[in-house]
């Protein structure tokens, strides 16, 4: 809760910091047991870095990070270990991923050697029945990831992900490199390997079309602060920040509940280094008045569990 991650910039001559981009800035939100939160914004919203401080693979600037009731926010990397193997990211790009020089099996094994004392049939066993349960073959152990397909290539990043039986995974846009069709064949994946392993998701995305059938919950992302964050039927049905609105104004809808107003959005995503005062929207948000400037909005509870940080709502 209340998380901050700042990185500093440095510059001049003795490389002084000279500012800070604030690329999370105030971030308080919780994910329950065997649920998937979506996470959606803009590249530079700041969702893969506020992912990256969850797993403690960055050190919060500010605030807290709990993990099933312990607060690891500042553990160091020694402490950290018997965390790591609950906690597992799959990234956008298989490829920068997965080491080229391994093959299949190595690089689905590499975790149980370096943080199990599984023996080495077993972990040939388990690296098996890994590669089968993301729809590849046994002897694909043999190969290496440039022989495979996009899709393929995170189904391997998937099963090395599960090797060490995770309880909570990131998915950082793990599906946005591909082709449409293979999207939705992974999405599914990754939604039957949750059920059959009881696992928690946070779900990375730029769009809000990506993350709507896995999610139970949506939060969106604006300039490294939570503008909305709801249950997905409230989310899509009746969203209330114009940024929502926005986002979705630009997903073609198949639900006639499902209220879109036209609202396109003017100009760039503003930088974290600079953002604006008052709400971080504001130079971008057809709705701005007077109050916009000045104050930066709570986010606030509208209908259970459906919270909204706009000044139009208070
Ligand atoms: Fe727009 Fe103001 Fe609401 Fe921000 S607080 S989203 S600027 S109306
Ligand atoms: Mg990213």
Redesign the pocket.
């Known amino acids: 809760s209340h998380i901050k991650k700042y990185f500093p910039i440095k510059g001049g001559i003795f490389k002084h910091t000279i500012g800070h981009v604030k690329a999370v800035d105030d971030v308080s939100l919780s994910i329950k047991k065997g649920e998937t939160l979506g996470l959606v914004g803009e590249?530079g919203s700041g969702?893969?870095t506020l992912g990256r401080v969850l797993l403690r693979l960055l050190e919060p600037t500010e605030g807290e990070v709990i993990f099933e009731g312990k607060d690891i926010s500042h553990l160091n990397n020694r402490k950290l270990r018997a965390y790591r193997k609950h906690m597992q990211i799959v990234f956008?790009d298989p490829f920068a991923s997965l080491n080229s020089k391994m093959s299949v099996g190595e690089l689905i094994e590499e975790p149980l050697l370096v943080q199990t004392s599984v023996s080495k049939p077993e972990r040939k066993q388990m690296s098996v029945e890994l590669l089968e349960k993301v729809g590849l073959r046994a002897n694909d152990r043999a190969k290496y990831p440039h022989e495979f397909s996009g899709g393929q290539r995170q189904r391997i990043s998937i099963a090395r992900a599960l090797a060490l039986n995770p309880k909570f995974i990131i998915c950082?846009?793990p599906v946005s490199a591909l082709d449409v069709s293979i999207q939705a064949q992974v999405l599914n994946l990754m939604a039957d390997l949750q059920e059959e392993y009881h696992l928690t998701y946070l779900f990375?995305a730029h769009d809000l079309s990506v993350v709507k059938h896995i999610s139970d919950r949506v939060a969106v992302m604006y300039l490294g602060r939570i503008a909305e964050l709801a249950p997905k039927e409230q989310l899509y049905q009746n969203p209330l920040h114009p940024y929502t609105k926005a986002l979705l104004s630009s997903v073609p809808s198949t639900n006639v509940r499902e209220k879109r107003e036209k609202i396109k959005l003017s100009g760039d995503l503003p930088s974290p280094a600079n953002p604006p005062s008052g709400c971080v929207f504001r130079t971008r948000c057809p709705m701005a008045h007077d109050r916009c400037i000045s104050e930066i909005p709570a986010l606030s509870e509208m209908e259970k569990g459906h919270f909204v940080a706009c000044h139009l709502y208070e």
Do not use: T
């Open positions: 590249s969702k893969s956008q950082d846009e990375i």
